[in-house]
């Protein structure tokens, strides 16, 4: 949206301003790259320490000593430790650090700053070193010409890039901060001489920052729109009312919390007053069964109730908003044929597509019945379009190739008619692969995909349809994955060491999905159903958390989803009774110790890295001429099999 994605079609000046650092401005839009799937400049990084790029004329050709970071250009306390390990005893330093550090006699320089540029990794070390540099004017070894640690005009600098007292890591609970290692300093500074000593402070809240960061943003006004003379109104977005919005409040600017990172309302009021208040959570649902709700309670009748009330079931509008929904797949799905009206090959008509024919009518009505809350979104760029202008994205996928009518054809119609992904399998067997059942021991058919299953899969990754492994026998699974040449999705499927049912996915497959060579990039949406989730009684919102927490600690954070399974479940979990209800998971995994950013790929980044990585094969695939299957079921008597040309 921000880069010219929106409806005045304007690219809008941002950047990005963390107390974070210990990397380079590369290394972290590099990563931020990875986590959001958008390009970020390196230009928009602004770093704790960014901001001694405005100090660097003032310690041209002067030794520092940098903490908590690495430079070829200054001092560690590394170097010193290697020049004289008596410096402090406690600590020997490894072949690697030994290697690296720099040869220098510190007896013979004269340090003019202390630069702290990210957490200590030593405390006692750095500690030890700055009381030094300060106790004897610059000279470590030296005499301690200034034992009252006086502070004088040409003194030691002491400059200190973020005040942050915690942070979160993955770790449950907040961990000590750069903050903290000021304070440890100043109380052993003050032991030693009585007094505490001065010190710059960088990082948000602090003016030096925020001035800092207005400056790049002019700069990129000017880029991004040469000759505007006007001072732009900044809006400053953030989690943090002690940094982000105390910073912000002080520099004039508007400033918006989010109620999703470190800021908990519970709590009561923020400690300094937003401009705004706001919710930042979009949650994208990979699978709510609204239409079949809709067909088996009110025949498909779209004027027959009103989404704009409660319905009776798990999602409706009101519903939808509260639970800060920014999109979700509508299951066009239809249940399998009966198996002895089919026949064991699938032969026998069943009015299984005709049927889903209808289900997709159904949800394209609905969703023009609602203009002002849905909007049908083909691409991931669709997606991200329609919840910046405050719509919730409706996206279709079809549940089981059995609804397919053994016709890859079909496929390329219900592609052209909006649908975006194609469970391989439901319950049942069908003339693509095997299912998984719903109960351990199902015989399969076909040991996985069939050979038509396979044409399936290369046409789908043709036409950018989504592969969906939900629902499908492990080898089916363990195959699609090597043959596609796409990402993949589960759109509404868990984990199945935390509760042993076939519909869940086991380890060994997890283990395949991946960004790295030999693995498949795929994002497993995990399922709400309590049989899928839990013993009988036990499932509750901690217990789909788990299911997340395993699914990310053996694929990958990256590569887990939310697919409720809402409107086709009769049964839900304690504290996920319905779509209002996702903001209370996103808490769950946040005291655990997800970030937002990990929490922003969990409620939809992820889904929409993979549906971008599928279009971008299709489209590649369409550049180089790739045919269209032709392949048929060699077991349809009505389709004469292809003769030779004349």
Known sequence: MLDGENTLGIKIPYILLTNGGGVSEEAKAEQLTSIIGHEINPQRVILAHTVLKSLAGKYVNEPILVLGGENDEVYTSLDVLAWNSAAWPFYRLNADERRTAKVVDFSKINLRAALVFHDPRHWSVDIQLICDMILSGGVIGGRHTNPRGLHAEDGIELVFCNPDLLWRSDFPQTRLGQGAF??????????????????????KPTKPTYDYAKTTLLRLLQKEHPGSASTPQVYMVGDNPES????????????????????????????????????????????IDLPILVRELYANNASAFDLRKEMPAHVDIPRLRKGQVGGFFWSAYVGCADPELEGDDFLNSTWRVRDTLEQIDIAKLLIDRYPNTFELSLTSKDVKSTISRGKIASLIGIEGAHQLGNSIAALRQFQALGVRYVTLTHVCHNAFADSCGME???????????????????????????????????????????????????????????????????????????????????????????????????????????????????????????????????????????????????????????????????????????????????????????????????????????????
């Open 182 to 203: 000021k304070d440890a300093f100043q109380s052993v500074f003050k032991s030693l001489t009585g007094t505490t000593y001065p010190f710059l402070q960088l990082g």
């Open 244 to 287: 982000d919005i105390a910073g912000a409040n002080q520099a004039g600017w508007k400033s918006i919390l989010v109620r999703t990172g470190v800021y908990d309302p519970s709590n009561g009021p923020p400690s300094h007053t937003p401009t705004h208040e706001v919710e930042d959570v979009e949650d994208a649902d990979g699978h």
């Open 440 to 646: 351990p021991g199902k015989v399969p058919k076909w040991g996985g995909l069939s050979p038509l299953g396979v044409s399936l899969v290369g046409e789908m990754n043709r036409v950018g349809v989504l592969v969906d492994l939900s629902h499908t026998s492990d080898d089916t699974a363990r195959q699609a994955l090597r043959v596609s040449q796409a990402p993949v999705i589960w759109s509404h499927s868990s984990a199945r060491a935390i509760h042993d049912v076939p519909r869940n996915v086991p380890d060994d497959i997890l283990a395949m999905v991946g960004t790295e060579t030999n693995k498949t990039d795929a994002v497993v949406m995990v399922n709400f159903a309590p049989f899928f989730v839990a013993a009988p009684g036990n499932a509750t919102i901690v217990s789909v958390a788990d299911h997340v927490d395993h699914i990310a600690k053996i694929a990958g954070k990256q590569h887990v989803g939310i697919g409720s399974d809402f409107d086709g479940i009769g049964d839900v979990p304690v504290g996920l009774e319905d779509v209002s209800k996702y903001p209370a998971l996103i808490a769950e995994l946040y005291k655990r110790g997800w970030t937002r950013f990990e929490l922003a790929g969990l409620t939809g980044r992820n889904l929409l890295r993979i549906m971008d990585g599928a279009e971008r094969v299709a489209k590649e695939l369409q550049q180089l001429g790739t045919e269209p299957s032709y392949a048929l079921y060699d077991k349809r008597p009505d389709i004469p099999r292809r003769r030779a040309e004349f």
